[in-house]
């Protein structure tokens, strides 16, 4: 069964450095997202994009963020200049055409120290 | 917002009874989605219901949707070790999903 998948499952950075993590969607789907869950809270929605721009966006997702599809399989997302509070799970979903279903990756987890 | 928001946050039933957990959230929708996370995963789609049907069957789950409360419940019956993990509500539009805060279900053999 096709699977959406991330790397690396473990990310440590120093503040103040740049990360980029990577997810490779499934393949036919079209539609792309990142969420992030700080430990002990709730999913929170970052950023949607779809024909190669963003669709949506939330307030977490400042000048810091950006997102790319640099290949027609990997999506990825950079935070240019990491905080402490940047810390969290941090997954990648992707659905396909004419549909809600959202499939998620197993996640990233980033610590920032 | 269309948040959800799960109650209780969390349900400890033994194997083999069954397990309901609730979702409200504030805005019109057209659909809800259930999610499934088991600990340091993904989340893993369960079940989605439309704003125009009142309830929905996947094997052991069951969704109902009341939209005039704007409310949704899940049922796991006969629950299993293998069910202990968090569920969450999702709704929201084609570019975005509003998750609520969850309810963590444990499973006791």
């Known amino acids: 069964e096709p699977e959406v998948t991330q790397t690396p499952s473990h990310q440590v950075t120093q503040m103040g450095q740049e990360v980029i993590l990577r997810c490779v969607p499934i393949?036919?789907?079209?539609?792309f997202y990142w969420y992030r869950q700080i430990l002990g809270q709730k999913v929170e929605f970052l950023v949607s994009?779809?024909?190669?721009?963003?669709?949506?966006k939330s307030e977490i997702f400042d000048d810091q963020f950006s997102v790319e599809r640099p290949d027609g399989s990997n999506f990825t997302l950079k935070i240019r200049s990491t905080k402490l509070e940047d810390s969290a799970m941090y997954f990648c979903?992707?659905?396909?055409?004419?549909?809600?279903?959202?499939?998620f990756g197993p996640g990233t987890r980033l610590t920032v120290t | 917002s269309q948040q959800g928001e799960e109650d209780p946050q969390a349900l400890s039933i033994q194997e083999g009874e069954n397990a309901t957990m609730n979702c409200s959230y504030k805005?019109?929708?057209?659909?809800l989605q259930w999610y499934r996370q088991n600990s340091g995963r993904g989340l893993v789609h369960l079940i989605l219901?439309?704003?125009?049907?009142r309830e929905k069957h996947s094997g052991r789950l069951r969704v109902t949707l009341d939209t005039s409360k704007k409310s949704s419940s899940l049922l796991i019956t006969a629950s299993r070790a293998a069910d202990t993990a968090s569920y969450f509500c999702?709704?929201?539009?084609?570019?975005?999903?509003?998750f609520g805060a969850g309810t963590t279900v444990t499973v006791r053999a």
């Open positions: 219901i439309r704003s125009n049907e």
């Open positions: 979903a992707s659905t396909g055409l004419a549909s809600y279903e959202q499939y």
């Open positions: 805005t019109s929708i057209n659909n």
């Open positions: 393949s036919n789907h079209l539609y």
């Open positions: 994009f779809y024909n190669n721009e963003i669709s949506e």
């Open positions: 999702a709704t929201g539009g084609d570019y975005k999903l509003s």
